[in-house]
């Protein structure tokens, strides 16, 4: 709470003696700081002994200790002002010789940024109500307004709003002398773009006597400037306006707190917007099961998710040498290439070849741009002078860190391609490659339909330095039918790593084409919000939207610290991770696992740390479940089978999958896909000191 100044002090010490109603100020700890003589009295004690004592020390009835403690405990959680029902009995009788009765009211005190520091009790003598409430009028109203104004550096004006007492704190600030600062010249301390509109304010309160609050730019000593909020009240008596007591208060880090808050708001929002149109076209590329369906898809999304006039898909041929533009004739070269380009436009040569070469976008907002990215190139300065086009933006495809084509968008006008929407066009590139890849797939009839599912599965998991990362499907089908289990591993942009293991009910063409839109879906969530709890739950809407009833997918997904060892971990529906030590017996982590996709629940995230050493294994239900087993017993055998491995097994993921599988699948016949993840932390030698 802010002090007053001399003046106001004195005023205020006056006040508090004399006022017929009873005063005090407690502090955060609920001890009276400041009583006056007629609480005092009314508490049986004088002003000195009220001082850093609680009221249920200087109370001896137990209903008025309890009516006290609860109302300041109230007002200090942040409850507003409390008015009591109970009545406090004490102080000098009253006329007639009995014991007066009191009202108790109690008011937050707060502090500069507006947090409770204390609590003012007003006590009024309801024994005579007239009496009671014109006490209340004619000293209430005086008391509000000086806790109002202060809340950090106030200040008074006479009944026309001119400024007759120095305010010593102001011009510290402002760097104003007295003279500078009387009548008005107060309101010259603010920035040369908001005074008029403050001094406006000002004026109109006055005339029509209410509440001035106006939050501007002040400008102080150093020359730099800062948010003030002003907020003054006028004092009236009667109809008579007396006078106007106010405040300043530096609201610069409020404010740049809230500026702070909307940027970041507009940014989610903007983020929010990416995402739902990243899940939309994965969705729809989802859906494109040929080449031809693809291009057509693309086209439709650069328009509507990308704003883009023009959409090209380009694809590398068999050698890598030359780059074909899909639903057109012509063909461009690739540098090192032995065929020259077809193609007339020099700005769809440069800018796709250049994405393939280098494995990085290719940006130009504008034609200025673009000259300098090619270095005048004679062939694009020629193009320029013929083309309506604006803006390009060329992105690689790539499949297992190789290219395999590349996208293209034109803009007829200027675009400044900000770094969240270069993000967004590199996931949607990385969503078109998978898309196209799974379409050359789907057309190539010669492949086996276990081939398209291998195709679905990450050729390479990633490899970071720490941890050592295993996989292990093997289909379950007699016949030539595509499983719906998958599993992925990719490193996110924060340095850590993100892993999933899933499964899609059912067979064939549709529970592949499903495991593949979560599949998907669940890349382009986790590149912008990892978060496994998050990345469930905006599953869980893309789910809503593309898949039926009786699709029913179970997954774990992990994000994984490789300094750290921490694993975050939100589980739907899919039986819970295995963990193996070297040292220790294995185990399930017990966490009760949420609802399968689609099925409506809060998400929950579960962090453990996995010690060096130790392996965690994802699996799906093929391993544990089976006709002749349930799957509360496989669990049971589960972990029996991996407590009897040796210690080579154990260190070693890749022998470990292969010695669950082997030990777990012995004695019963295979009829579903098994699929395991094992993510593995070796114990590092330490280096020699």
């Not at 007002?75 to 009788?93: A, D, I, K, Q």
């Not at 086009?389 to 860190?401: F, I, Q, T």
């Not at 969530?525 to 179970?554: H, I, K, N, Y």
């Not at 017993?633 to 890749?654: I, N, W, Y």
Request: overall charge negative.
């Amino acid at each position: 709470m802010s002090k007053l100044g001399a003046v106001d002090s004195a005023l205020m010490d006056v006040l508090l003696s004399e006022a017929p109603i009873g005063f005090a100020l407690l502090d955060s700890t609920g001890r009276f700081q400041r009583v006056n003589r007629t609480l005092a009295e009314v508490y049986g004690c004088d002003t000195a002994q009220c001082r850093d004592r609680t009221p249920a020390e200087l109370l001896d009835r137990d209903p008025d200790r309890i009516a006290h403690e609860s109302a300041v405990a109230a007002v200090l959680s942040g409850s507003g002002t409390v008015h009591s029902e109970h009545r406090l009995e004490g102080g000098p009788p009253d006329a007639s010789g009995r014991p007066r009765q009191w009202a108790l009211s109690w008011h937050p005190a707060t502090g500069a940024d507006g947090t409770v520091e204390g609590v003012v009790l007003i006590a009024v003598d309801c024994s005579d109500r007239f009496s009671a409430e014109v006490a209340l009028r004619r000293s209430e109203e005086r008391y509000r307004s000086l806790l109002t104004a202060t809340n950090q550096v106030v200040w008074t004006a006479d009944a026309n709003g001119d400024v007759q007492e120095d305010c010593p704190d102001w011009r510290v600030i402002t760097g104003q002398t007295a003279e500078q600062y009387l009548g008005r010249g107060w309101l010259d301390a603010a920035h040369p773009d908001d005074h008029e509109q403050v001094a406006r304010a000002w004026t109109d309160a006055v005339a029509d006597r209410t509440t001035f609050d106006e939050i501007f730019r002040v400008r102080t000593q150093s020359g730099d400037f800062r948010y003030y909020r002003s907020r003054a009240v006028p004092i009236m008596r009667g109809d008579t306006l007396m006078e106007w007591v106010g405040a300043h208060s530096d609201i610069t880090t409020q404010h740049d707190a809230d500026d702070m808050r909307q940027r970041l708001t507009q940014q989610l929002g903007e983020a929010a917007l990416r995402t739902v149109r990243l899940q939309k076209a994965t969705s729809d590329l989802a859906e494109a099961l040929t080449v031809s369906e693809v291009v057509q898809a693309m086209t439709e999304i650069g328009q509507s998710a990308v704003g883009a006039d023009t959409t090209t898909v380009g694809e590398l041929d068999r050698d890598n040498l030359r780059l074909h533009v899909l639903r057109d004739d012509s063909a461009v070269r690739v540098p090192g290439g032995r065929v020259a380009a077809a193609s007339a436009q020099a700005d769809l040569r440069v800018a796709m070849e250049t994405a393939v070469r280098e494995r990085r976008p290719f940006i130009a907002g504008n034609p200025a741009e673009l000259r300098e990215l090619v270095e005048d190139d004679p062939e694009v300065l020629a193009f320029l002078r013929e083309t309506d086009e604006r803006a390009w933006v060329a992105l690689p495809l790539l499949s297992a860190g190789q290219p395999i084509g590349a996208l293209r968008f034109t803009f007829s006008a200027a675009r400044d391609i900000s770094d969240e929407e270069k993000v967004f066009l590199e996931a949607l590139a990385g969503q078109c490659a998978l898309a196209l890849e799974r379409a050359k797939l789907f057309e190539r009839e010669h492949r086996t339909a276990e081939a398209l599912q291998a195709s679905l599965l990450p050729e390479d998991l990633p490899k970071v330095k720490g941890i050592s990362m295993q996989a292990f499907y093997r289909s379950g089908t007699q016949h030539v039918q595509v499983g719906g289990d998958w599993y992925d591993a990719f490193p996110l942009p924060d340095g850590r790593i993100a892993g999933v293991l899933g499964d899609v009910m059912g067979k064939g063409i549709k529970a592949a084409t499903g495991m593949s839109r979560v599949r998907n879906a669940l890349r382009a969530l986790a590149f912008s919000m990892p978060e496994p709890a998050d990345v469930l739950t905006g599953l869980d809407r893309m789910f809503d939207a593309t898949e039926g009833l009786d699709q029913v997918t179970t997954l774990v997904y992990f994000v994984l610290d490789p300094e750290t060892g921490q694993i975050d971990l939100s589980n739907a529906g899919h039986p819970p991770p295995l963990v193996v030590g070297e040292n220790t017996e294995p185990w399930l982590l017990a966490a009760e696992p949420d609802t399968p996709l689609g099925v409506s629940s809060e998400r929950g995230h579960h962090k453990f740390f996995v010690q060096p050493g130790n392996t965690v294994v994802l699996y799906s239900d093929g391993l544990v479940e089976n006709r002749k087993r349930a799957v509360a017993t496989g669990l049971e055998e589960l972990v029996t089978v991996a407590s009897q491995a040796r210690p080579e097994v154990v260190g070693d993921p890749q022998h470990m999958l292969q010695y669950l599988v082997e030990g777990m699948l012995a004695g019963y016949e295979q009829d579903d896909d098994v699929t395991l993840l094992a993510v593995h932390l070796p114990v590092l030698d330490t280096a020699p000191e």
